[in-house]
Each structure stands twice: as C-alpha cells, then as structure tokens.
C-alpha cells in the first residue's frame, strides 16, 4: 500500500464521516437529550455497519444491485420509511431540564444498537458512500488488504466524529435550558433528518 492509496482513503473516511448526515443528527439530538454516554451504542453500531458494508460491496453486493435494480428500489422506499419514522421520533423527544443519562425515561424512545445498524443497511445513501469507497479507493485490483484497511480506517474516524457530535449536543443541553427552545431544537433536527430523504427521491 502507497502513501497516496492511505492518504486518500483517510481523507475519504474523514470527510464521509464528518459531514452532516442522518447519523450525526441523530448524534446530535440524542446528545442534546440524553447525554453523551446514551449515543455510544447507537455510534459503535452505525460506525461497525458501515466497515462491513464495504466489505459486502467490495464481495459482490454492488453487482447484485446492479443486477436486479427493482431490489434497489425497495430498499430506497424502506430507508426513506424508516428515516421519516426515526424523524418523527427525534422531533418529538420529550424534553427535560437536563441532559443527563440517568433522568431518561425507560419508555422514552433513543437511538439503539439496534437502530445503528438498521439506518446504515436500510440506506441507500450508505450503499452508495461503499461502493463508492470500494470502487475509488480499493479499485479494480482488488487487494483484501486494501478493503480492510479501508473498513478499519473508516470505523476508527467514524466513532470520533459521531461522538464530536454527541458531545456537541450534550453541551447545547447545557446552553439550552429553555423547554421552548429544546423543543424547537429537536423539531428543527427532525426535519433536517426528514429532509435527507429528498437525496433519495
């Protein structure tokens, strides 16, 4: 492996992970919310899909799509379900005086493990972001080196970007001490995360 093939693919990592997305707003909110420590499991598994999910490029998933585009287009229609639904559900997080993990409610709905890896497999953004990466920065040679310094590369700067994010909610909680404004705030991320949905009309 080059200098140049590293150098790309950290710069490819960096900038997939740090730009605004579906998972940094859910990051954000959920760390505005919940505190920081809420969104680690929802982070490691949003961060954990997405280096496999190059891997499954990278072994025949981008092939399989391109074969059969009508399955394409069941998963666009189930990622746009379930990013309008987690929308609905971050736009209206109740809304409390602090944003402190052992204040939640049991029955208030946060991000999981579990909706960490259902967004990123759901996505066809996500699938767009792998193949992309696989065909770019692995390329036509392929190399299972290359691939899995690819996957590591990109869980290692995805968790801290995610979690840049977290924080950055968490400390807007301690801003935030308005019940309107928070209220507003969880309104105006949902909508951002809704909105996402656009790039997949």
């Not at 900038?15 to 959920?30: D, E, K, L, Q, R």
Request: with cysteine; hydrophobic share 55%.
């Amino acid at each position: 492996m080059t200098f140049e093939f590293m150098w790309g693919v950290l710069t490819f990592c960096f900038v997939m992970s740090a730009i605004p997305g579906p998972n940094n707003t859910i990051a954000f909110s959920a760390g505005l919310n919940y505190g920081f420590l809420s969104t680690v499991p929802y982070i490691i598994a949003a961060s954990g899909s997405i280096s496999m999910m190059f891997a499954a490029a990278a072994w025949g998933l981008a092939e399989f799509f391109a074969a059969f585009p009508e399955f394409y287009g069941y998963l666009r229609y189930a990622g746009m379900a379930y990013i309008l639904y987690l929308s609905w559900k971050v736009a209206t997080l109740p809304v409390r005086e602090k944003s402190d993990d052992a204040e939640r409610g049991a029955s208030e709905w946060r991000p999981t493990f579990l909706d960490g890896i259902l967004l990123q497999w759901v996505n066809p953004m996500i699938w767009v972001v792998a193949v992309t990466g696989v065909t770019t920065c692995v390329g036509s040679d392929f190399q299972p080196a290359k691939l899995l310094f690819l996957s590591v590369t990109f869980f290692v700067m995805c968790v801290p970007c995610l979690m840049v994010w977290s924080f950055g909610g968490k400390l807007s909680g301690r801003i935030i001490r308005s019940a309107r404004v928070r209220r507003a705030v969880n309104m105006l991320m949902g909508l951002l995360l809704a909105s996402s949905v656009l790039r997949l009309l």
